[in-house]
């Protein structure tokens, strides 16, 4: 039996470029949606800045345009719809779609010799199942009472009807929903193209880092996006069918911190699977552009392995300050530090890459050391996240947010822009610009 049979080239339009099965074309649909969302997050983002900066006093420009009922002032309720959409936007519908829906497209059959992805078909349901998911974002701002805002985390009960009503927070869920859905998709078809289509002699201990990173990331979304989008049907239910499956109190026999549990079980995961292609790209990156091979590829592939693991079994240092029994926080902690080990070990490892290297400074060689530096901050404020006693006083604070930042916004931000810069020939058959690259990155690391 064939495993990579090979299809008739399309030959109309519409199956050349729009519902095409072609992993390159797909790759750069994913790319262009998520540069579109990152537009319109990275812009959400600045209204949060504004708020904080000039507080009471209007947008300037398009305040009156975007809040005409405030005059262009951003007010409390308006500002929690911000903050969470940004969230949610940057995390699902941006960096996910930059990073693993166009590189993973894109470099996976191509670096394991596969001639197109195992499920080509599938591959194209998961972009227009993530297009889905789009519209119901965009949808969200254009309802009567305005789009979510319970948080980008939707703990209930403030994410419920009695805490958010309107249907902007119902068409926010179902977003995640959909997106889980096409991520689920896109899972299996990468788990599957690296397990049965490698080319002979690509043995795993060669398969790029890059590679390495996708696949793990896929591991992770199959086993764990299910559980998120299970808590989505379940708060969908609880705010339009009458069930009360997170609803407490006098109010129903639900309990709030069973969302929280199954939100983390899958959000700690999501934080790794945000980094683990970071992780594959400054592994290539670095080591194409210092001229030497990966300083023990073994190392940073078991590293990688480690982190997969142990990401799955972290998930309670978020919920510290929850009531949870304190030997089991204490465990949780122990295993927090612990999986600082191996991410320390791959800094080390991009360290010693580097090290008597040609380098040359490139932008995607100084993308990917702006990721290497803001990574190694985010690492070290972490520690004092992972830790009860210090957690305790941090938790819900701004260092949290600064924490996250560093490692998800900025890390993960700075890997993804030096890919595009990376592959963008391969992609589109022609370079980009170097002066404006570079004016880029320093732009991005300063005021990012």
């Not at 789009?147 to 939707?154: E, L």
């Not at 530090?337 to 290297?357: C, D, Q, R, Y």
């Not at 040359?360 to 990917?368: D, G, K, N, S, V």
Request: net charge positive; with cysteine; glycine share 10%.
């Amino acid at each position: 039996m064939d495993l990579q049979p090979i299809h008739s080239p399309p030959t109309t339009f519409i199956k050349k470029y729009v519902f095409s099965t072609d992993h390159k074309v797909i790759a750069r649909q994913f790319l262009w949606a998520g540069l579109l969302f990152l537009a319109i997050g990275g812009g959400l983002g600045m209204l949060i800045r504004w708020a904080w900066g000039f507080p009471g006093e209007a947008v300037p420009v398009i305040g009156d345009l975007i809040l005409p009922h405030s005059n262009g002032v951003i007010g409390p309720s308006t500002y929690n719809g911000i903050f969470t959409s940004h969230g949610l936007i940057m995390i699902f519908f941006a960096i996910t779609p930059m990073m693993i829906g166009s590189f993973g497209n894109l470099c996976i059959p191509l670096a394991i010799g596969a001639r197109d992805m195992a499920f080509p078909t599938l591959n194209m349901l998961s972009f227009w199942t993530f297009v889905i998911a789009l519209l119901c974002v965009l949808a969200s701002f254009f309802v009567p009472m305005g789009t979510a805002a319970a948080g980008w985390t939707t703990y209930p009960p403030l994410s419920t009807q009695i805490g958010t009503p309107g249907l902007g927070q119902t068409f926010m869920v179902l977003a995640i929903f959909f997106t889980g859905s096409a991520t689920i998709m896109g899972g299996v078809n990468y788990v599957t193209t690296v397990m049965r289509l490698r080319a002979p002699g690509m043995t795993y201990m060669r398969m790029p880092l890059t590679i390495w990173g996708q696949w793990l990331t896929a591991i992770l979304n199959v086993l764990f996006v299910p559980v998120l989008a299970a808590a989505a049907i379940m708060l969908i239910m609880d705010r339009h069918f009458g069930t009360e499956f997170f609803i407490a109190g006098a109010n129903g026999p639900g309990d709030p911190i069973l969302f929280q549990h199954l939100f983390w079980i899958f959000g700690h995961p999501e934080v790794y699977i945000l980094i683990l292609p970071a992780w594959g790209f400054a592994g290539d990156l670095l080591s194409y552009f210092s001229r030497k091979p990966a300083y023990w590829y073994k190392g940073q592939v078991w590293a990688m392995c480690a982190v997969t693991v142990l990401s799955a079994i972290v998930y309670g240092h978020h919920m510290f300050l929850t009531g949870m029994n304190p030997l089991l926080g204490q465990s949780f902690m122990l295993l927090t530090l612990i999986i600082s080990v191996p991410a320390e070990l791959l800094f080390l490892n991009w360290l010693h890459t580097m090290w008597k290297g040609s380098i040359r400074l490139t932008t995607p060689m100084i993308f990917t050391l702006g990721m290497v530096f803001v990574f190694g901050l985010g690492g070290l404020t972490g520690i004092f996240l992972g830790t009860i006693s210090t957690d305790i006083y941090l938790h819900d604070t701004m260092f949290v947010v600064g924490h996250f930042h560093y490692t998800m916004a900025a890390a993960a931000f700075l890997a993804t822009m030096g890919a595009i810069y990376f592959w963008f020939p391969k992609m589109f058959g022609r370079k980009m610009d170097v002066r404006l690259g570079k004016i880029h990155f320093w732009g991005s690391l300063v005021f990012i």
